[in-house]
């Protein structure tokens, strides 16, 4: 699994112009689900999301995490993080995870969220989704797992 993530100072997502999910300070992780991906994969994301320092300490440096900070955590489904892009004009979607496998591990992941953290949200699987954000700093990672 893989996802993409932004530090910011508030992030949404809405669904036909309906707010579905929204944080203030915390982390927005757009998420792919490839092949082969499976709970372990989604557990050991959870994990990285969670404690990943990024947030700055009293210092200045990125020494802190998401729950050190009592940040939000907004969860979005990215199915075009698996493209493979090394060659040609146009992506190709071949590693990444069948639809229903994806929704699965991507269920899985929110509600193991869910259950460690009380500041969570999320988009809608498959949905054309707005996602507007404030990076702040800008910060942004790929975390694979």
Do not use: C
């Not at 300070?25 to 959870?46: I, N, Y």
């Not at 955590?73 to 199915?79: E, G, K, M, T």
């Amino acid at each position: 699994m893989k996802a993409l993530i932004q530090r910011v100072t508030r992030a949404s997502v809405a669904v036909q112009g309906q707010t579905v999910g929204a944080i203030e300070h915390g982390l927005l992780a757009l998420v792919g689900v490839e092949k082969g991906d499976d709970q372990a994969s989604a557990s050991k994301l959870l994990h990285k999301l969670l404690h990943y320092r990024v947030f700055s300490d009293a210092d200045g440096k990125m020494n802190q995490n998401l729950q050190q900070v009592n940040g939000g955590l907004l969860l979005v489904s990215q199915f075009t993080l698996a493209a493979d892009t090394r060659k040609g004009l146009r992506p190709s979607f071949s590693s990444a995870a069948p639809p229903d496998e994806g929704a699965r591990l991507f269920d899985f992941l929110v509600a193991q969220a869910n259950a460690a953290w009380p500041n969570v949200a999320t988009g809608e699987f498959g949905a054309d989704m707005q996602v507007a954000l404030v990076n702040d700093g800008p910060v942004t990672f790929l975390l694979e797992s």
